[in-house]
């Protein structure tokens, strides 16, 4: 086991009686006991310190066009270097990256590549990417490491790209908007009906994200992935549609993306080409002006 000597305390947390803690990051606010870890299993409680384990542990880096965040309207036709660590706060159950989103559930050990902040950096300038973005898994449960990334990178002239599912606090977004160029976020639907189900989360937070991302003037695209049986109705087409139309802008681009077996839902259909265009179709009617469709 590492010493605490070695690891990181995670940010945003409070110091409950009886040794406990309460994490901050992410709208589940996990109370964490002496010796457990919340619901991501990456930050964990040791001696009523919450420390990320996940700090500095890469468990993907690849230089990436940015359009496969997939951001359509933010630096077109560069690369990102992109990087993540194990672990996530929700468990879609169609995640096409669940060997390394869930990773470390339950409790299991935190592995990657030791790699600091500053050699990301420089990975990226060598490479003469114009942006680092934190993606693959979910940057909100490495928050400290993509932070301290963030910070250095944005000294070295570096945009920083975010792809997220949007399950974070208010604290957590008031951190990283500072140092925040540009972020997809992935919306699934606009109530309970799929996050509950199928996520392990709920609507209002990733809602209130996008709200609140777009507000604080960061570049905003948002990403869903039409999962046959799951969120493809009209009617909840519909309603993202006109959410972002209008409790969001207009002018922010709408990727409605193809689903493909995945995870723990590998009986399910790709989506058909005629939802897709459905989908668009109903972004236009709604009055968006970037829709854009994907995974074809």
């Not at 990436?64 to 879609?92: Q, V, W």
């Not at 606090?169 to 799929?194: Q, R």
């Not at 189900?197 to 609507?203: P, W």
């Not at 209008?246 to 723990?264: D, M, Q, T």
Request: glycine content about 8%; proline content about 5%.
């Amino acid at each position: 086991m590492i010493g605490v000597d070695d690891m990181k305390e995670a940010m945003l947390y409070e110091k409950l009686a009886d040794g406990r803690v309460r994490c901050g990051v992410c709208p589940h606010r996990c109370v964490i006991a002496e010796g457990k870890r919340g619901i991501c299993a990456v930050r964990e409680n040791r001696g009523g310190t919450l420390y990320a384990l996940n700090y500095g542990k890469a468990i993907a880096v690849a230089i990436d066009p940015i359009e496969k965040k997939p951001l359509n309207h933010f630096l077109p036709g560069t690369t990102a270097y992109s990087f993540a660590t194990i672990g996530c706060n929700l468990r879609c159950l169609w995640c096409q990256n669940w060997a390394i989103s869930q990773a470390s559930k339950p409790d299991r050990p935190i592995y990657g590549e030791d790699i600091s902040p500053e050699e990301h950096v420089r990975r990226a300038l060598t490479a003469c990417c114009p942006s680092i973005a934190y993606t693959y898994t979910e940057p909100i449960i490495f928050v400290e490491y993509a932070l301290d990334t963030m910070k250095l990178a944005r000294e070295a002239g570096l945009k920083n790209i975010w792809k997220t599912a949007g399950y974070a606090t208010k604290e957590t977004l008031d951190a990283i908007i500072p140092y925040l160029d540009a972020v997809n976020v992935d919306l699934k639907g606009t109530d309970n009906e799929v996050y509950k189900e199928y996520c392990g989360g709920t609507a209002q937070p990733v809602l209130d994200t996008i709200k609140y991302l777009h507000a604080a003037g960061v570049h905003l695209e948002i990403a869903t992935l039409v999962v046959p049986g799951v969120n493809d109705r009209i009617d909840q087409l519909e309603r993202m549609a006109r959410f972002i139309a209008e409790e969001v802008g207009k002018e922010v681009p709408w990727h409605v993306n193809r689903f493909f077996p995945g995870w723990k839902m590998m009986d399910t259909a790709s989506t058909s080409m005629e939802t897709l265009e459905t989908a668009a179709a109903l972004g236009k009617k709604f009055g968006l002006l970037h829709v854009h469709i994907g995974n074809v």
